[in-house]
């Protein structure tokens, strides 16, 4: 299967999460184009310092367009699988397209939902020291894995702590390794702010 990539660090999109993207860059209007014309996927995958891609990543469907007065996009993009990139394949199109291989990623095992008040209470903390103004109050309802999503997506972490939380083979491993995201920055934090 063959699929054009958005390389944006700092966005990550996992299976059945919705992506809202503001297209305004032209190799990225016409990626847009390109997919509306065939079946509305785009790979979304983070990229190394050194403008390669990570390996994995996860790609979506475009189930919601509007093209702007200056010609730009807003899209909604759904996402479906996470895939693995076997290589990336040479065009005369602005932007990349690559060979992929789709993955099951996170839907080995079970999470009691009685996990939810720690990860909630972490996170409460952790906006709070990075400023953050979110109401818990309104993701607090949401099933535990699509709040470990919804964490990682809305979350500043570094693009090689959220290319490792896609990565999470077991809904086990992604939520003990979110919750430990987590208390690193504050840990980081706390060290910070006590050596000033």
């Known amino acids: 299967m063959k699929i054009p990539i ?3 660090n700092g966005a990550v999109l996992f299976p059945k999460t919705n992506l809202p993207l503001n297209i305004f860059e032209e190799r990225y209007i016409e990626m847009i184009d390109y997919s509306l014309s065939g079946n509305r996927y785009i790979g979304m995958v983070q990229q190394k310092q050194n403008n390669d891609l990570y390996d994995v ?3 979506g469907k475009i189930t919601v367009f509007n093209e702007t007065p200056d010609k730009k ?3 909604n ?3 479906i699988n996470c895939f693995k990139i076997l290589k990336e394949v040479e065009t005369d199109h ?3 397209i690559c060979e992929i291989k789709i993955m099951d990623r996170l839907s080995n095992g079970t999470l009691h939902e009685d996990l939810k008040p720690k990860i909630l209470e972490n996170f409460k903390k952790y906006n ?3 400023n953050i103004n979110i109401n818990l109050d309104e993701i607090s309802d949401l099933n535990l894995i699509d709040l470990l999503k919804l964490i990682v997506m809305i979350s500043p972490f570094d ?3 959220k290319q490792m939380l896609l990565e999470q083979k077991s809904n086990k491993e992604f939520y003990e390794n979110v919750l430990s995201a987590l208390k690193i920055e504050m840990a980081s934090r706390e060290k910070t702010t006590s050596i000033n």
């Open 6 to 8: 958005f390389p944006l």
């Open 57 to 59: 990543g996860c790609f």
């Open 73 to 75: 996009y807003l899209i």
């Open 77 to 79: 993009l759904e996402g």
């Open 94 to 96: 602005k932007f990349r």
């Open 128 to 130: 709070y020291y990075k």
């Open 159 to 161: 693009v090689s702590v």
